[in-house]
């Protein structure tokens, strides 16, 4: 069993930044992917940011450039920078986590930006 708890989000104005951590239990190194998703008001839950295996990343496309993922192994912490927020970017963001093939999510932390 995995927990995750996320931390980290807000209600900020466009332009700034936030930066998200999703704290696991056990060891990430053995994960087989973290990852951050985030789900609008009426929408479906989307991908943001993935790091697969430690070392291979990959964005939505609505995100490059923006958002960095990254990961402290001895923390056992995946981060998700977050610059030049627009409004767009308002949603509960999710944390994710796969081991040994099993989806594990975070509890969601909102955040919000708006002027």
């Known amino acids: 069993q995995v927990h995750l708890v996320e931390s980290g989000g807000g209600l900020v104005q466009p332009g700034a930044s936030l930066r998200l951590s999703c704290a696991a239990s056990?060891?990430?190194?053995?994960?087989?992917?973290m990852g951050w998703y985030r789900q609008a008001p009426g929408k479906q839950r989307e991908l943001v940011a993935v790091i697969i295996r430690g070392a291979s990343t990959n964005y939505a496309d609505s995100v490059k450039g923006r958002f960095t993922i990254s990961r402290d192994n001895a923390k056992n912490t995946v981060y998700l920078q977050m610059n030049n927020l627009k409004p767009e970017d308002t949603a509960v963001y999710y944390c994710?986590?796969?081991?040994?093939?099993?989806?594990?999510w975070g509890q969601g932390t909102q955040v919000t930006v708006s002027s």
């Open positions: 056990g060891n990430i190194v053995s994960f087989n992917a």
């Open positions: 994710k986590a796969v081991h040994i093939g099993t989806p594990y």
